[in-house]
């Protein structure tokens, strides 16, 4: 009799046993062909039916309404964080309901270099490709107001990074890495907008740290007399492109940032200069130059008067 109970008991335990795994490989188990190492880009405002949705179709998980149920169940439909998440290595629906709630994206910040002289249509581009949550119109939207004080550096955003925060951190940085520059602006007797606007300038038309002082202190003489800049690089920000070297027609276009046709600064800055362009308008070199060009060997050839520029013209235009 004790056999016989040992015996049945045996048989129920190894039925029950049976009856639970088959229900959590049936329900709660990857997938046999989960994708491996594919990343899955959760949308903002998705809810939690259609995340299921799209995890299932990824074949992530196996059932949408099982994971649904339980991020309604736990309280974490509403939780959910949005971003790209790694799915490295097969994960059940549990372990899936939890890192869609706590964020764990199984991926590293998202590193991205910004150059000196970028533009916010630029950064624009760089964000939109290396962060598929935001928008390059987001960026220009937020950063054109921002143009000249999102500082050119290396940052690192997390996979739900929004525009809103990537423009932010940018602008933080820009207010810290010049706050030691007061005291020069405050002497310089020009405001900061004009110092950076100018700074923009001088970060699309020189190279070195040397041209840069020269070039700006070129810029502030022409503007102390009241003659036009006439800087090329403002064809590249007017028109949206990479150009500096416009045509006779481009020359006569009407608008505000057109230096050939209007005197003083243009209404803002055409870029976002670094720290050492930035320098050189707060400290420029002063020569009796009034003219320079980028010659075909890549060079800066000066001149005091016109004709003397006109000289430079036919030597190193070639």
């Not at 060079?299 to 070639?318: C, G, P, V």
Request: charged residues 20%.
């Amino acid at each position: 009799m004790d056999f016989f109970k040992r015996y049945v008991w045996g048989v129920c335990s190894f039925a029950v046993a049976a009856v639970l795994v088959g229900g959590y490989t049936l329900l709660f188990a990857p997938p046999l062909d989960f994708p491996s190492g594919d990343t899955v880009v959760i949308s903002r405002g998705a809810s939690a039916s259609d995340i299921s949705e799209q995890l299932y179709d990824a074949n992530i998980i196996k059932h949408a309404s099982v994971l649904s149920l339980i991020l309604r169940i736990s309280g974490a439909s509403s939780r959910v964080k949005s971003g790209a998440y790694l799915f490295k290595t097969p994960e059940n629906v549990f372990t899936v309901a939890r890192r869609l709630s706590t964020g764990a994206y199984g991926l590293p910040p998202v590193s991205i270099t910004f150059p000196e002289g970028v533009t916010v249509r630029d950064i624009a581009e760089k964000v939109s490709g290396a962060l598929p949550l935001i928008t390059s119109g987001e960026i220009i939207s937020l950063g054109k107001s921002q143009e000249g004080y999102l500082f050119p550096d290396t940052y690192f955003f997390p996979p739900d990074a929004t525009a809103q925060s990537v423009i932010n951190a940018m602008r933080k940085n820009f207010d810290a890495k010049t706050a030691s520059l007061s005291g020069d602006i405050q002497t310089s007797g020009y405001s900061l907008p004009d110092i950076i606007t100018m700074a923009s300038l001088v970060e699309k038309e020189a190279r070195t740290v040397e041209n840069r002082r020269i070039v700006a202190g070129i810029l502030w003489d022409r503007l102390d007399i009241g003659m036009p800049l006439q800087v090329d690089a403002v064809f590249g920000y007017i028109f949206n492109r990479d150009t500096y070297s416009p045509s006779f027609s481009d020359l006569k276009t009407e608008s505000p940032y057109n230096l050939y046709l209007h005197t003083g600064l243009p209404p803002g800055p055409i870029a976002n200069p670094g720290i050492e362009s930035i320098q050189a308008a707060l400290h420029p070199t002063k020569t009796d130059y009034l003219y320079y060009l980028t010659g075909s060997d890549n060079l800066m050839h000066y001149a005091t008067t016109y004709i003397e520029h006109q000289s430079n013209q036919r030597k190193y235009l070639k």
